[in-house]
Every structure is written in structure tokens, then in C-alpha cells.
């Protein structure tokens, strides 16, 4: 007969994992992202590991956590610039061009005068 009281408590053999919210970790990505931050002293202040930011930055980076990578806190999208062709010397007076958005795995390609409006809620959907 066992003269134990107590029940056996089963134990994880890994133990027990934090699940972070989302909104955490992007807080600490945006955070470790500001020019002269220190990874260790934002993980250090918020009870995390430093290589565990570092993940979420990798994350950050390839789109995976739930917002477009390359994406800013101030609502800017980077831009790079590259030269055309020339136009042939018989075009019409109608500027034409070519605006190519890449976020994460999403890419979005407009070609000609695009309307304001519309221009407006297809970013506004792809930045959601």
C-alpha cells in the first residue's frame, strides 16, 4: 500500500514554452529594428532571450509574422528606382509607367496612370 498522500504530477520532458503573443513580438522586432538598439538590453528588459529576437527578426524579414516584410512603422514603403527603356520618339503625350510592389511573398504590379482611388484601397489591402 502506498503511504504517499500526494497525486504523481506528470511533467512535459521539454518543459514548459511562453507562447507570445503576435503583438509582442513585433513590438520587439520594431523595437531591435531603431538605429543603435541593443537586442540583448531589449530582450533582457522584456524576460526573453536575445536569440529568440533574433528569430523574430528572421521572421519579420521572410513575412511570417503576420505583416509584410520591409514594412515600416511610419507607413513608408521603400523604393528603388531603376531606368527605363527609352520611349519611342512617336508616343503619345500620355505618361505611362510601371509600379512594381513586392511584400513578403505578395507582388503587386500596376501598369499605366493608375486612378488615385483605386491606387489607394489595393495598398490599403495589400498592407493589411
Excluded at 500526494?6 to 511562453?18: E, F, L, M, V
Excluded at 513575412?63 to 523604393?79: E, I, Q, S, W
Excluded at 507582388?107 to 495598398?123: D, F, H, S, Y
Aim: glycine share 8%; hydrophobic share 40%.
Amino acid at each position: 500500500m502506498d503511504t504517499n498522500p500526494q497525486t504523481p504530477i506528470s511533467k512535459n520532458a521539454r518543459g514548459h514554452y511562453r507562447q507570445h503573443p503576435l503583438e509582442f513580438k513585433r513590438a520587439l522586432v520594431a523595437l531591435s529594428l531603431e538605429p543603435g538598439a541593443s537586442v540583448a538590453r531589449i530582450a533582457r528588459d522584456h524576460g526573453v532571450n536575445a536569440n529568440q529576437v533574433f528569430s523574430w527578426r528572421r521572421l519579420y524579414e521572410q513575412g511570417r509574422l503576420g505583416v509584410p516584410a520591409l514594412m515600416r512603422d511610419d507607413g513608408l514603403l521603400p523604393v528603388v528606382l531603376t531606368p527605363t527603356a527609352p520611349s519611342p520618339s512617336n508616343a503619345t503625350s500620355d505618361a505611362s509607367g510601371v509600379i512594381v510592389l513586392e511584400l513578403g511573398q505578395v507582388r503587386v504590379r500596376i501598369e499605366g496612370q493608375p486612378n488615385a482611388a483605386t491606387l489607394a484601397q489595393v495598398l490599403d489591402r495589400v498592407l493589411r
